[in-house]
């Protein structure tokens, strides 16, 4: 087990998670299917995908709670199979459901799962405090976690995943039905882990969480479709696109922009414009410019801010098909 | 094998069961009913009624003794069977909560993800069941000491209990029959998925005694050392037989997929 401290944690740089080929089937259903990538310290690296892409078989096979058909995985240099309770000893999991005791207090819940881990008396002490701060949940480490709200539970959860001081964080949908607020601090308490050098696996299938926290994201979907930052997917997979408001669309205008040579294709919403472009940086003043040029009073000019969203329904539903 | 983390699984499930209702309930009620109720109810009457005829005698009946003493020394001896209902009842009670109570709560997977081998947790949770089953058990058993001596010490003019056979049930047969009772309700924790109906299954670990008790009362088996003996030992054997199969079923994947 890590004995390390946040603030020892190594830099960045070694790979912590191995994948090969890494397969899983239920009764001859394909549910992950030759999986192989890598992931550095340090870094967080989101898995994207539907429901029933293979997400948590994922997460449970790199945790060594279940087995891999084909293939193999190795974490912090650990065999899943071979070294499973070592493997267990240096990951912390937050699974999709929190499943923390109600009856327990959120101070009893902790001190149990740090038992478990083997954490010593002052260690599991200093451990429990820390962390309870430093999600504001210390002045209610006596009550019942029954009486917890979603998102205070869903902090909890991600304490007791954290209590032993993992080397690698395996978070499995952690904003999932949580209110936006609550998912908004969730969310800057993964920053927060990142700035202190944690390697944080995030399973989810929300695309602004995906773009916002990770360093690179796989799009999984039983096999893996594509693997990269969120912004070498956009580039790879999807088109740029520029957003333009306008006081007022016009049918004039639309076929203004159509008619331009290095427009790709045009959407209407609303009052917006919607425009695919090769390469926006140098063809908006060109696109603006035609526009004026129509009557056309532009408002603002933004890139697109959905383009990961439509990198990853090409590749879903490409893969689907 | 490591003790301190097997401890610490059953602390939390004690913890949690007592924490609940209905387990409290039985936990206090269990004791009052099996010191109390039972042996008042039982012996008060014959101890101070009329003298029993010899064509009265239960088939039970133990020579040597004065009718009026068979009587109550064979009533005692079946009351005694009742401490093997109790630790099939009270374990059957916990081990729903913590078992299938852990299974719908979705509780069992932060729990697998922990170092826990598959035996130090499986062996954690049933002596998260046993220690109260068995503190229950030795408590009431006190009382009913207690309770009987008082009633019946007129009569013998020495303390009835404990005798052999009473220790054998209290401190060998209720520990094999909670083992029992825990293992079977591991069993049906993989296949059934609310707590009461669990609870109802897990009562059929008091199948044994109850078969016991209905071969003593009937008088088709005496108390004697070699009917005892051969209880003994198949109690032992669907033990262990259960516990095996308990082992088996409770194994980290089985959990996460299979378990309904």
Known sequence: MSQQGISELPTRGREVIELEGLSREFDGRVAVEGLTFKVEEGEIFGLLGPNGAGKTTTVRMLCSLIRPTRGRARVCGHDVVKEAERVREVVGLLPENPGLYGELSAYENLEFHARLHGLPEGRRRENIERFLRMLDLWERRNDPVATFSRGMQQKLAIVRALLHEPEVLFLDEPTASLSPEAAGIVRDFILELKREGRTIFLCTHNLYEAERLCDRVAILSTRLLALGSPGELKRRFGSPRTEVHLERVTEELVEAVRGLGFVRGVEVEGEKLVVELEDPETQNPSLVEALVRRGGRVRYVTPSPHALEETYLRLVRGSEA | ?260
């Open chain 2, 1 to 260: 094998m490591r003790p301190d983390r097997i401890w610490a699984v059953a602390r939390k499930d004690m913890s949690s069961a007592r924490r609940h209702r209905y387990v409290l309930y039985g936990l206090v009620a269990i004791p009052l009913l099996f010191s109390l109720f039972i042996p008042l109810v039982s012996l008060y009457p014959v101890v101070t009624g009329e003298e029993p005829s010899e064509n009265e005698l239960p088939p039970f009946a133990q020579p040597g003794l004065s009718p009026r003493q068979a009587v109550v020394a064979g009533t005692i001896h079946l009351s005694l069977l009742m401490f093997l209902v109790l630790p099939a009842v009270i374990p059957s009670t916990i081990a729903s909560y913590t078992f299938v109570g852990e299974k719908v709560n979705r509780q069992l997977e932060p729990l697998l993800a922990t170092p826990l081998t598959d035996l130090e947790l499986l062996l954690g949770k049933i002596l998260g069941a046993l220690v109260p089953s068995l503190l229950v058990t030795a408590l009431s058993f006190a009382g009913f000491v207690i309770t009987v001596d008082l009633l019946t010490h007129p009569l013998f003019g020495h303390p009835f209990l404990p005798d052999l056979l009473s220790l054998l049930v209290v401190g060998v047969y209720s520990p094999l029959v909670c083992l029992l009772s825990v293992s079977l309700c591991v069993l049906i924790s993989s296949r059934v998925s609310d707590v009461r109906a669990a609870m109802q299954l897990g009562a059929l670990s008091v199948l044994p005694a109850l078969a016991l008790y209905l071969l003593f009362a009937g008088g088709i088996v005496g108390m004697e050392g070699r009917t005892l003996l051969a209880f003994g030992l198949v109690l032992g054997l669907a033990s262990a037989g259960l516990f095996s199969l308990a082992r088996a079923t409770f194994r980290r994947e089985e959990i996460l997929i299979r378990w309904r």
